[in-house]
């Protein structure tokens, strides 16, 4: 479809983001090639358990925060997790790095309690080109895309190019412009 047709183009009831949809249009500028966050890794530096998470759409800027919690909580390779004894105590007594008397932790059936432990993660990166796309034909009222390139895309990027490409367009608030007005933007497939 044209970029005007594009540009037309409605999400479903209660989506901000349409189906993939194939534009044709011309290259009518382009910013420098910056870095996205497309999603995150993290290990469990205890029992080495692997996380990953990947994004629906690539971020501009760190969508949260990676403080994740390693949910494998009976692993053995995890520190025993410790409280507080108190006086009446005798078993399972020793004393932390502080002095204090600790106490581990039992489950009713038994087993010693292990800690919730933080994973190492960092953020997944993918490297993007932002385009205005324009269409081929002309029309009288110019119209663009905010378009998001990715990948082998990226390569060789040139005003005035003529381009086939496919993806989502996402309907976001553009919190750098002054008016904040809501936009159109297509994420094409990397
Ligand atoms: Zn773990």
Redesign the pocket.
């Given at each position: 479809m044209s970029v005007s047709e594009a540009l037309r183009v409605q999400p479903p009831i209660a989506e901000s983001r349409t189906g993939i949809v194939k534009v044709t249009g011309m290259i009518s500028s382009y910013k420098d090639l910056h870095v996205m966050i497309v999603g995150w890794t993290g290990v469990?530096p205890?029992?080495r358990?692997v996380f990953h998470k990947s994004y629906d759409k690539p971020h501009f800027q760190a969508p949260e925060m990676l403080l994740k919690i390693?949910d494998?909580v009976d692993?053995p390779?995890?520190p025993e997790a410790l409280k507080d004894a108190k006086e009446s105590d005798k078993e399972g007594l020793f004393m932390d790095d502080d002095g204090n008397k600790m106490k581990l932790e039992f489950d009713k059936d038994g087993k010693i309690k292990r800690q919730r432990?933080y994973l190492r993660t960092n953020f997944e990166f993918i490297d993007a080109v932002e385009v205005d796309l324009q269409d081929t034909e002309k029309h009288e009222e110019i119209t663009t895309l905010k378009t998001l390139l990715f990948g082998d895309d990226i390569k060789d990027v040139r005003l005035g190019e003529r381009v086939v490409t496919a993806g989502r367009i996402w309907i976001e608030l553009l919190t750098s412009h002054k008016d904040a007005r809501l936009h159109k933007r297509l994420y094409t497939h990397s």
């Open positions: 469990c205890y029992c358990k390693c494998n692993a390779e995890h432990v």
